[in-house]
Each structure stands twice: as C-alpha cells, then as structure tokens.
C-alpha cells in the first residue's frame, strides 16, 4: 500500500476517533471550551499575583503552542496503547503490507491539524478578551519554525510510541512525564531565569525550548530574557537540527523496538487492569 | 439408620425444593432501536426448558440467540414478556438469580492479560462469595480437568485461542453455577479442545443435575449433546424437539448427496446447496428431496449442462438439513 | 455466605488486580514518584517568578497540596470514574454485573487498588516537593489535616462514583465530557491558587466540588496567615460541608448507578462496545 494511502487513511481516522463521539455542534463546543479551559488555570494564576504584562503574554503564548508538544507528543504514543489495548487492531496494522510509521505520522497529522484549531482560538481569545498583544511580523521565519517544530515534536512522539510496545501501561505515564520534562525546562509559563543555573542549562540543550523562543518573537516581538544573545538564525538551525535529526531517531528507534516487540512475543499484549 | 434417614430426607426436600423447570419464558419480545430502523431481536419467544437438561438453541448470526442469554443472565431488559430462571423472575429480581447462574461465551476477551490464568479465575470466583480454600480446589480440579494446570501461572496474554476458552470454560464452572449459559463456547477452539469442553460438560451436568442453556452453529456438536434443539431465526422459534425428533421431520424426505467436477454458476429446477473443494477440484452438491423419481431428472438436468459427477449417494437427513428446510438457507448465511 | 461478606470478598478480588498488575512492572515507581513532580514544579516557578517573597512560602505550599491532592483526582477520575467503560471495553463488564454483588463493590476495589500508587504519588510529592523547593509547612494541628484529608477523599470518591454511572450508559462521550471537565475543575478546585479569588459567590457555587473545600480546609491547617486570609469559609463550615457532600455524593451515586444500569438495560447498552 503507498506511502501516501497509508498516511491519509490513518490522518482521516485520527480525525474520526477525536470527532465522531458527539454531533458537529457538540463537538465544536468542545473544541473551542477545551483549550481556553485549559490556559485559564495559570491565567488565573498570574492575574492573583498581579504579573507583569509581558511576562503574562510570554506565559499565553508558551501555554498555547505547548498544546502541540502535549497532544501531538502524548498523542501519537497513546495511538499504541489504545489500537494495543483497546481496538485490539495493532496486530493487524503491523500486518498490513502500510508501512506503520507512517500510520503513526498519520495519526500524528490529524491530532496536529485538531490541536491547530484549538490554537488559533485560544489565540484568538487572549488577543480579544485578555488583551495579548500579538504582532505577527516575522510570519515566514513563523512559518518555518513552526514546520520544523512539528516534525520534531512528532518525531519524538513515534520514538515514544515505539518505547510503548515494550512496556506495560505505564507508557501513559512515559508521554505524561516527557511532558512534564518539556513544560517545566522549556519555559512554558515561567521565565528561564527562573531555574537553577542546572535547569537553564538543560533548557538550552532541548529543543523545545528554541521553537517556544520562535513562536513567541514570531507573534509578539520579543522572546525569554535568558535567550536574547540567541539570533534568529541559530534558534533556525537548532530547530532544523531538531527536526530532522529526530525523523532520522525515530526511524531507527522505532525499528528497534518494533523488532524486539516481535522477538519478545510482545506486540498484541494486553496489559489493562 | 437415622443419619440415612436424615439424608435422604434433606435429599428429598432439596430435590422438591428445586423448580422443575430451570428456565421459563413467556412471550419475549426485545427491539433494539438503530436510529433509522427498529430491529426485532426477538420476537414472541416461549420456552420451557427443565432442570437437568442440556438445552441447545441453534440460529445463524442475529437470530436472537445472544439477545437471549443477555436477558438471561440480567444483563437485559425485554421490550415485553417475562422470562424466569430458576422460578425467578429475571427483571424483577435480579439479584437473586445471579448467584445460580453463570455464562461462557465464545471468543470471551475477559480476564486482566497482566494476571496468571489461576489468578484471572480466582478474581472471578471471588465476586460470588467462594471461599478461597474452596476456590483454590475447585480451580486446580478444573484446570486438571481441561489441561491447563501446566498453564497456571501463565499470565493470559500469552496463552492460546484454545486455552483461553478453556479457562473461560473454568470461569464458567468454578462458581459451581445451577444455569450455565453457554454462547457458541467452541468457537475458536480446535477440534480436540472442543470434544475435551463438551466431554467435561456432559460430566459435570450429569453428576450434578445441572441446566445448561448452550447456543452454537455448530449442528454436529448440537445433535450429540443436547437433550432438545430449539432453532430460531429473526427472533421466533421455528421448531423445538429432541434431535431425533426433529430429523424425523425430514424422515420421509431423501438427502442425494453428489460429487462433480468444480461447477463456478449453476442453477437447476431442484434447490440445492453446494460446498467447492478446491483441493480435490470438486464440488459438492446436496438436495433435499420428498421422493426419488427426482433424482433422474437432477442428473439429466446436469449432464444437458455438462457436469461430470463422480459420485452420487444417498444420506439421512442431519440437523442442518432441518435448519435449511425451515430456515431456507444455511446456518452460516 | 452474605452479602457483606461477599462484598468485602469482591472489593478485595478487584483492588487485588490492580495491586498486582502495578507492581508486575517496577517502572510504575519512576513514573509515579518524580515525574509528576515536574509539572508541579512548573506551577512552583510560576511563582518564584512573579510573588511577593512575603506569601511565596504560602503559595508554595498551596502547590505542592494541590499536586499531591491532583493525585487522588486524577485516581478518582480515570482510576475509578472511566473504568467501567474500559471494563466494557475489554468485555469484563458482562461479569461484573452478572455477578451476585453490588457495583459499589466494583468501583471501591479499583479505588482501592489504585490507592496504593496514588498514595505514593502524592507522598512523594510533599516530600520531594518540601524538600527540593525548601518549603516549610505550618501544622498546628495534624490530627485535624489527617481528618480533612480523609473526609476530602469520601466525598471526592463519591463523586467518582457518580461519574463511574454516567460511563455507564454514555461510554465514549462521557470520556470526552470528563476531559474537558478536567481543567475547569482545576480552576474551581484552587488547586494552585485560592478559589476566593474567583469572587465569593463563584467560590461558592465550586465548593459543590469536594476538592474545592477539602484543599481550602487543608490550606487553612498548613498554609500560615497568608492561606487563612485566604480562607473561603470558616474551616468547621467547610468541615461540615464536607460532611454532607459525602454522604450526599455516596447517596446520588448509589441512585445514579441503579437509574443509569436500569437505562442502559432498556437500551441496550449496557454491553455495547465502542459506544
């Protein structure tokens, strides 16, 4: 079956799966309550200590484009559990003649375009309602980081999934854990120059960190204090880095783990309890 | 002496106090709404079913056999009617029938993969209050019983089709059940692991005056095991008699079994089904016929269509024949 | 044997199978213990960032409270609320109910059974957490925390139970609704900050939430001056509050479940996969 066949039959039942539980209404409600839902708790936060605007917006901005590092990431590794567990359909999608990882990048598009919705009316909010000021005026360097971010993110969430077939339910917490790796060193909601030297060390080694610093000097001008001696051009070519050399990771890992799945028995196991 | 007495005496009581039928159901009707259409899982069935008998109950896919059980075993509401296991009535008083009965289906995902095949049947025995000496005794008799004591401490993802329906089976009988639905148990299962369930069954029932409710596809399983065959198609019960019985429904009719070379499209005047051997290039193809002088005009009609046959033999009707007069097609259609 | 007994039987029988399936792989320690640690960490930062040295203790332990309570939510919620669905899923359900036992019985086992790993988690949260951020905890009176505690639990494993009914009868949709209910309980709940905050009467209408009262009493005992300025209630209202949403919670969980089972079998959908 081709590349492409694969990649969009599995991107259309990703869609499916996340839209078909609910009438179009419903789930468009869903979709935009959820994500505003979601920022309002550290909202909330800063507005109790009275921050200062720009921290705020940086904060809006890292929250909202983590959505991506969150659902695409999580979401691609939960693909194994729940087509292992659940649905029971693993086996015969490591059967078909598709190519899986490329089931998986399918699965990782829809959840992308999904989560693409739920960003821009967020964004949408927090420029009308919660007053963040959002420029726009690098859009191509946008545009680029943006891509190549993605294809990271995904990347590392195939790695994950291929990690997923070897162990028992606890690949929930893998994908819950990474997340919370990435939100607390990639300056999600606080500044870098928060952490311990230790920390803001770490922060410059993960890549998540240079596409937050992109997304927000893309969108509102100015980016993480603790970043500034970090050109455009050096945040551009970590991300590059980033993004391909993850694909070219989660190529080989996941090959890996899917051989050593089948040599252990492993790969239809159902764990749930 | 007056032990003896006693004995027979609480014998006596016990075998009184046991209803004399296990199952009862009176006009049951069950709809199930789809949205766009209403469907008729069940429509206006009566049974009467005694204790001590092993029941079965044959349909092809959505005749109703499932939708059955399901109320049964209080895991349904009918739309109207009544059905009574045990002397129960099985919507008002639920609670009371669930410690008599228990049910096996085939192709069963139940049990926790992560736990041992002894565990996921302990786990179960344990929700009808059987004390764990108790269970750990009967779980080592069955699974010596069925084969499986080598497997024990097996975790359950790693078993077979066939050994998973054994400790299915395990599940079914460890709580010692006075009703044992069972839903096509050997489906999945190879041939020597079904003979090995039904042999055990048989056991079991008779020791024990049990009731066993069991629906399958299987003809050949249902004709050497059950005491009566329903057969039920779109909800209504077509016929309900002994095996026997119900082949003598057929008795005066004549089963012309013959052998041709492999035939793709055919039709003849006389209704007939066909099986294709692809191994031996043949086909074969039986009527169901009311006298011989048909069978002339069958072989003309074949040989003016340039058929070869090889062979040609008359057989007794089976339970399947029954299935196909009544119903018009074949159980797997 | 009785009901109790068999009860009691099938509450352990089911807490056992997720007492043994947790600890037949070890790495559930490495998850459960430091990694959620992180997330909260975040929230710690959020404030290191931008409060007053003067109430950052305060708020420091409104954190680390709130993320070890988020342990027993998250339990209650997907642990114990969900897992009928994942039940029917895997096709245990039908047994389950088939079964001469209540379905109380069922859902406490689970809870039960991820008492354990919850447990840890949330220990390992105040005392990694205290430790790591140098925090120190106000305790006037532990006997009283313990109390609160305890009675936070009651009432929020009665509202799981609740939940667990509506899995029941609406499977796959009641799995979304819970997801997007998660934040705005986060948010009702004051988990990271003072529900007061909300405005009294918003306040008020979340403290239906039994997190939202039991982490506004728990605050009051540990959290200083600064968390008692803060205070939504007196603590013997919200004690008594919490009292009475157990029971309340126990009581419309019981009715739900007979309702949404007696529903579901006139639908049909009791064990309807997929749904």
Known sequence: MSIIKTFKSSAWLGWEMESNWANPFLFALYSIARPIAGIFLVVLMYWFIDAPENLFALMFVGSVFYMYIFNVLFGVSWVIQEDREHYKVLKYIFMAPSNIYFYLLGRAFSKTIITTFAVLITLLFGALVLNVNIIFDKPLFFLLSFILGIIGIAAFGIIMAGISLLLVRHNFYIGESLAGVFYLFCGVIFPLSVLPSWGQSLSKLLPMTYWLEATRRSLLGFGDSSLEGVTDLQIFRNLLMFGIGFLILSLISFKYCTDLAKKRGILDMTTWH | MYGVYYYSFKLLIEFNAMPTLAIEIKNLTRYFETGKDTVKALDGVNLQIRTGELFGLLGSNGSGKTTLIKILCTLLYPTSGEAFVSGINVVKEPEKIRGKINMVAGEETSGYGILTVRENIWLFSQLYGIESGLAKKRIDALLKLLGLTKRAHTRIHKISTGERQKMNLCRGLVTDPDVLFLDEPTVGVDVNSGRTIRDYLLKWMKNNGKTVLLTTHNMVEAEEICDRVAIIDKGKILALDTPSNLKQMLNNEIILELETNIIKNLSLKYEFSKVDNHEKNTSNLRFLLKDESAVPDIISELSEKDVKIKSLYKSEPTLEDIFIKLVGRNINE | ?275
């Open chain 3, 1 to 275: 044997m009785n009901n109790f007994e068999r009860n009691l039987r099938a509450i352990y029988a089911r807490a056992y199978v997720r007492i043994a399936g947790t600890n037949r792989e070890l790495s559930w320690i490495f998850f459960t213990v430091f990694l959620p640690l992180l997330g909260i960490s975040a929230y710690i930062y959020v404030y290191k960032a931008t409060a007053d040295p003067e109430i950052l203790n305060s708020l420091l332990t409104r954190v680390i409270i709130g993320g070890a309570t988020l342990a027993f939510w998250m339990n209650v919620l997907w642990g114990m609320g969900n897992t009928f669905y994942w039940e029917k899923e895997q096709g245990n359900l039908d047994l389950f109910f088939m079964a001469p036992i209540s379905r109380t019985s069922i859902l406490l086992g689970m809870a039960l059974g991820g008492m354990f790993s919850t447990s840890v988690r949330a220990l390992a949260t105040i005392f990694l957490g205290a430790l790591i951020f140098k925090i120190s905890f106000t305790l006037e009176s532990p006997l009283l925390l313990i109390a609160t505690f305890l009675l936070t639990m009651i009432a929020l494993y009665g509202l799981g139970m609740l939940f667990a009914s509506l899995f029941l009868m609406y499977g796959r949709g009641s799995w979304h609704v819970t997801n997007l209910l998660q934040e705005p309980i986060f948010l009702l709940s004051g988990f990271y900050f003072p529900i007061k905050f909300l405005g009294f009467h918003i306040a008020f209408i979340a403290s239906i939430i039994p997190l939202s009262l039991g982490l506004d009493s728990m605050n009051q005992l540990i959290g200083g001056n600064f968390a008692q300025e803060w205070a939504l209630m007196p603590l013997k209202i919200e004690l008594l509050a919490l009292g009475i949403l157990s029971v309340l919670f126990f009581y419309l969980a019981i009715k739900s479940l007979d309702y949404m089972e007696n529903l579901a079998k006139k639908e049909g959908r009791l064990t309807l996969k997929y749904l």
